[in-house]
């Protein structure tokens, strides 16, 4: 399956993006879906992730009650609404899902198989 990721851009800290990863060839319905970001001189780092019916949804401590993930399994893409941006969130973003069973997800990136390229989101102060 191959991923792609968009939606990103520069916004003053306090505004809303929303990112969408679209995946070619396959829909979403078979994978948990996995969003991450990398900022420069950092590791990669988890952000949010949904199972695969959509049923739950986790998230990393610094983006919770700001950031939103859903799906959609009649449609293609998944979301990550991001609300209250601050120029720490400013980072490459990326997602990534992995085939497994309903109630799988993980924060580590070593758990999914396919990854999209990353669209650029920064956050100005």
């Known amino acids: 399956v191959q991923l792609q990721a968009f939606g990103g851009g520069l916004v003053q800290a306090g505004a809303s993006l929303r990112l969408s990863c679209a995946a070619t060839g396959r829909t979403f319905s078979s994978y948990t879906v996995g969003w991450f970001r990398q900022a420069t001189g950092k590791e990669r780092e988890f952000v949010a992730a949904i199972t695969r019916s959509g049923g739950s949804e986790y998230y990393a401590d610094s983006v919770k009650g700001r950031f939103i993930i859903s799906r959609d399994n009649a449609k293609n893409p998944v979301y990550l609404q991001m609300n209250s941006l601050k120029p720490e969130d400013t980072a490459v973003y990326y997602c990534?899902?992995?085939?497994?069973?309903?109630?799988?997800?993980?924060?580590?990136?070593?758990?999914?198989?396919?990854w999209g390229q990353g669209t650029q989101v920064t956050v100005s102060s």
């Open positions: 990534a899902v992995t085939p497994n069973s309903d109630s799988y997800w993980t924060a580590r990136k070593e758990g999914y198989d396919f």
